[in-house]
């Protein structure tokens, strides 16, 4: 069977989950949140004190986002933070949400978490970690990336339907760069 997945990635606090659930209702199709199938299949290697989360165990995660792919007749929509771990072959498009550093900044704080824990993923963010490594997985043409910083999640979900139906061009890797964005303010020494 031939997969046709959608990777839904970026870093946390970018809107993963709510457009991964939206998008799958609109689109009557099934979607998996890596970092759940992770905690309730037990699909880890061991817990990473330092950051709070899980080590996954991408060896025994592949197949089972293989065998839910399966389960949904070919059509998935992977979402996670790691979501590159996804084979290639498998892929249809990746997406990266990204959000400017000082609206993820605040979204993280609500959320509760620790100083270091939201500096760590705003730099991240900075440095297009996500984008970098959905690059490097699957290669420029599959890969694109929308700006959720002061969009609705509807307004979010009607530019990621417009990259799955081809028409994203408009949404290719390379338009975002929070780097030179925040070096141009001098606003990037705050974060770094």
């Known amino acids: 069977m031939k997969f046709q997945l959608v990777v839904l990635s970026g870093t946390p606090g970018t809107g ?33 004190t330092e950051r709070g989360s899980l080590i996954a165990d991408v060896d025994r995660l592949i197949p ?6 399966e389960e949904a007749e070919g059509r998935l929509i992977v979402e996670g933070h790691y979501a590159e771990v996804t084979p290639k072959d498998w892929v249809e498009k990746a997406i990266i949400l ?33 984008t970098y490594n959905a690059v490097e997985a699957y290669g420029w043409e599959l890969v694109y ?3 959720t910083t002061s969009k609705t999640p509807e307004e979010t979900i009607k ?27 001098g606003e990037l020494e705050k974060y770094f």
């Open 16 to 48: 993963k989950t709510t457009v991964a659930r939206t998008l799958s209702g609109i689109m009557d199709v099934k979607w998996v949140s890596l970092g759940d199938l992770v905690r309730d299949k037990e699909l880890f290697l061991g817990v990473d």
């Open 64 to 69: 089972e986002i293989g065998r839910l792919a």
């Open 98 to 130: 990204r959000t400017h550093p000082k609206e993820l900044w605040r979204r993280l704080a609500e959320r509760g978490w620790s100083e270091g824990k939201i500096r760590e993923n705003v730099q991240a963010e900075i440095l297009g970690v996500c």
């Open 145 to 147: 990336e929308v700006d």
């Open 159 to 185: 530019e990621v339907l417009e990259i799955i139906s081809g028409g994203g061009d408009k949404y290719r890797v390379g338009r975002i760069s929070w780097l030179r964005q925040l070096e141009k303010e």
